[in-house]
């Protein structure tokens, strides 16, 4: 299994950004996938998730109308698309799935929001 995240970067309050996650390894389209995050010195945490078939998303509560996650099964590819950030959404992003009973993630991609 394989995840490789991009599209990370500086950016300014207000803006926005579109990250990808390019997976390899596994039956992409047969898998929910999920983004999370890591701010320094804070755990982990979930970012969104969606389904195998991209019928169903859910967000955690912070996220919620700012950012979307979407997915292409032909391209074997996750998004995030993140609108009106704000400096407490700086962290490193990371794909993320679960398959065979084991998670696997990403190197992960940073997002910086400074002014």
């Known amino acids: 299994v394989r995840l490789v995240e991009s599209g990370g970067g500086l950016v300014q309050p207000g803006g926005s950004l579109r990250l990808s996650c390019a997976a390899s390894?596994?039956?992409?389209?047969?898998?929910?996938m999920s983004w999370y995050r890591q701010a320094p010195g804070k755990e982990r945490e979930l970012v969104a998730t969606i389904t195998f078939n991209g019928g169903n998303t859910n967000y955690a509560d912070s996220m919620k109308g700012r950012f979307t996650i979407s997915r292409d099964n032909a391209k074997n590819t996750v998004y995030l698309q993140m609108n009106s950030l704000k400096p407490e959404d700086t962290a490193v992003y990371y794909c993320?799935?679960?398959?065979?009973?084991?998670?696997?993630w990403g190197q992960g991609t940073q997002v910086t929001v400074s002014s």
């Open positions: 390894g596994f039956t992409f389209s047969r898998h929910d």
């Open positions: 993320h799935v679960r398959s065979n009973w084991l998670n696997y």
